[in-house]
């Protein structure tokens, strides 16, 4: 099992009861009186909720795109196909979330996904392995260390705890990552931005992107904005800056990377799983290694269908519901015995319209 997935408990966070039809009508009852659920999905765009102690709070709109990595959240995207409305509901699990954090946000995910009468697609998402599709959502995605509650949203420019962060990524895939403040942890491949309130310096490493640059300088002038204009921005280029430069200064000595960071997901195995009770028990038994074949695809039984950097569970329209009800669980069993356990899951009826997963055939 990897070491990092020792930091999560998947049996808190899996939706092991999808499908029973009394789950269906129970969860249905508990959705109707969730009021944040009330107006969702009322027209196309994103909605994001934070749990907050067993809770589902309205996150606000000027921070969406802004993730804390001690909590949980749940993101809805409602898209038009045709003249109807469609929608995706991600949950997002900070690395340092609780177990009764994600645990709820896991829980209402389904009960959103109910309240809609099961038109969604369901995606789980982790900290530093979410899908391409959850970050093309917004224009900036960053990651601030802590829960919300320790942030500084409300905070005046001059009450700001200092911060560190680093802009990686190509292309559209760029974040922006509240990393540990201290000067050991820059690099000359990326853009970091030190934010001291009144007083902003973009460093733009020597070998830094075109993209990260541009990504950065966007986003620091966004924090200015936001702050009314007060604080001084610099940009800095590290090959025309010296050891003794204040920005250097400003940042204490040492280097305290966090454990089980590292550049990159390692992939998974590609293979195509059948999850079947026909002969009595329920078994979990592979069915290609190394390739995948939608001709594979029965509607009498649930499929897992691993790509190598992401997991699909397609649920066929005459699984029985036991098969439904083990999909996610075996779904999550399986990948804690993979390379990377926290690659993006995505539960597909058979029937919705999932482009990303029709894209792997």
């Given at each position: 099992?990897?070491?990092?997935?020792?930091?999560?408990?998947?049996?808190?966070?899996?939706?092991?009861?999808?499908?029973?039809?009394?789950?269906?009508?129970?969860?249905?009852?508990?959705?109707?009186?969730?009021?944040?659920?009330?107006?969702?999905?009322?027209?196309?765009?994103?909605?994001?909720?934070?749990?907050?102690?067993?809770?589902?709070?309205?996150?606000?709109?000027?921070?969406?795109?802004?993730?804390?990595?001690?909590?949980?959240?749940?993101?809805?995207?409602?898209?038009?196909?045709?003249?109807?409305?469609?929608?995706?509901?991600?949950?997002?699990?900070?690395?340092?979330?609780?177990?009764?954090?994600?645990?709820?946000?896991?829980?209402?995910?389904?009960?959103?996904?109910?309240?809609?009468?099961?038109?969604?697609?369901?995606?789980?998402?982790?900290?530093?392995?979410?899908?391409?599709?959850?970050?093309?959502?917004?224009?900036?995605y960053t990651v601030m260390k802590g829960g919300c509650d320790s942030g500084f949203r409300r905070v005046g420019p001059r009450g700001y705890k200092p911060r560190l962060f680093q802009v990686v990524g190509i292309k559209k895939q760029i974040d922006i990552i509240d990393i540990p403040f201290k000067r050991g942890n820059l690099?000359?491949?990326?853009?970091?931005?030190?934010?001291?309130?009144?007083?902003?310096?973009?460093?733009?490493?020597?070998?830094?992107?075109?993209?990260?640059?541009?990504?950065?300088?966007?986003?620091?002038?966004?924090?200015?904005?936001?702050?009314?204009?007060?604080?001084?921005?610099?940009?800095?280029?590290?090959?025309?800056?010296?050891?003794?430069?204040?920005?250097?200064?400003?940042?204490?000595?040492?280097?305290?990377?966090?454990?089980?960071?590292?550049?990159?997901?390692?992939?998974?195995?590609?293979?195509?799983?059948?999850?079947?009770?026909?002969?009595?028990?329920?078994?979990?038994?592979?069915?290609?290694?190394?390739?995948?074949?939608?001709?594979?695809?029965?509607?009498?039984?649930?499929?897992?269908?691993?790509t190598g950097t992401e997991v699909y569970c397609w649920v066929g329209k005459g699984a029985s519901i036991e098969e439904r009800r083990n999909a996610m669980g075996y779904t999550h069993k399986y990948l804690m015995n993979q390379p990377n356990a926290f690659a993006p899951i995505t539960i597909v009826s058979e029937g919705q319209?999932?482009?990303?997963?029709?894209?792997?055939?």
């Amino acid at each position: 099992m990897p070491k990092d997935a020792e930091k999560f408990d998947w049996k808190a966070s899996n939706l092991a009861n999808f499908g029973t039809d009394s789950e269906k009508q129970v969860k249905k009852e508990s959705a109707d009186l969730e009021p944040a659920w009330a107006e969702s999905g009322s027209k196309p765009g994103i909605e994001i909720w934070r749990i907050n102690k067993f809770k589902v709070e309205k996150w606000p709109v000027e921070d969406y795109g802004k993730f804390y990595s001690g909590d949980s959240y749940i993101i809805m995207n409602t898209y038009k196909d045709g003249e109807s409305l469609n929608y995706d509901i991600h949950f997002w699990i900070g690395k340092y979330s609780t177990a009764d954090e994600y645990g709820t946000a896991a829980y209402k995910t389904v009960e959103l996904d109910t309240f809609h009468d099961d038109k969604p697609i369901q995606h789980r998402e982790v900290q530093g392995h979410e899908s391409p599709k959850f970050k093309e959502y917004f224009d900036f995605y960053t990651v601030m260390k802590g829960g919300c509650d320790s942030g500084f949203r409300r905070v005046g420019p001059r009450g700001y705890k200092p911060r560190l962060f680093q802009v990686v990524g190509i292309k559209k895939q760029i974040d922006i990552i509240d990393i540990p403040f201290k000067r050991g942890n820059l690099n000359s491949e990326d853009v970091f931005i030190l934010d001291l309130g009144l007083r902003i310096y973009q460093f733009n490493g020597e070998t830094a992107t075109k993209d990260e640059k541009f990504k950065a300088t966007q986003y620091v002038n966004n924090m200015r904005s936001d702050r009314q204009g007060k604080p001084r921005l610099d940009i800095l280029e590290e090959r025309s800056i010296s050891p003794g430069h204040r920005f250097y200064k400003s940042i204490p000595d040492g280097a305290s990377k966090e454990k089980g960071e590292e550049d990159g997901a390692p992939a998974n195995e590609i293979a195509m799983y059948r999850i079947s009770d026909v002969s009595g028990v329920t078994d979990f038994n592979v069915v290609l290694n190394g390739s995948l074949d939608r001709n594979m695809l029965d509607s009498k039984d649930v499929f897992v269908i691993n790509t190598g950097t992401e997991v699909y569970c397609w649920v066929g329209k005459g699984a029985s519901i036991e098969e439904r009800r083990n999909a996610m669980g075996y779904t999550h069993k399986y990948l804690m015995n993979q390379p990377n356990a926290f690659a993006p899951i995505t539960i597909v009826s058979e029937g919705q319209k999932c482009p990303e997963l029709q894209a792997i055939w």
